[in-house]
């Protein structure tokens, strides 16, 4: 990935964090909810801190490493967001958009990985 492409997938997964943490905020407090959504938090945040680490990646084989990981914690978000969504009807989030956008870095990080495997 060029330098340029780096910094702005970079800066998306930092935003995505940054609209999870809003997400967050606007949950209720009910301690059910909660325990789900503290997990959100710390997996729909951690893609972006993954992501930082493997452009600091040391070999090819970290850099897949965190990438991987990273698309780990991203499907592992999508699953808390679709437990809440579905699981609680009474919250008033419209998940779909933020789902959709964990959906295409999914599918960008699979791709950096099958691009670095073949290379």
Do not use: C
Not at 2 to 15: D, G, H, I, V, Y
Not at 40 to 45: D, I, M, P
């Amino acid at each position: 990935m060029s330098a340029l492409k780096n910094s702005e997938f970079r800066e998306r997964t930092k935003q995505y964090a940054l609209r999870l943490v809003k997400m967050y905020r606007q949950l209720p407090s009910e301690p059910d909810v909660q325990i789900i959504a503290r997990q959100l938090f710390r997996s729909g945040t951690s893609i972006a801190a993954h992501y930082r680490e493997a452009t600091r990646a040391r070999s090819k084989a970290e850099y897949i490493s965190k990438i991987e990981t990273a698309i780990q914690e991203a499907d592992e978000t999508m699953l808390w967001m679709e437990l809440l969504d579905e699981g609680y009807p009474s919250i008033q989030q419209d998940f779909g958009p933020i789902l959709q956008e964990t959906n295409e870095l999914i599918s960008i990080m699979v791709a950096m990985v099958k691009t670095s495997k073949s290379t």
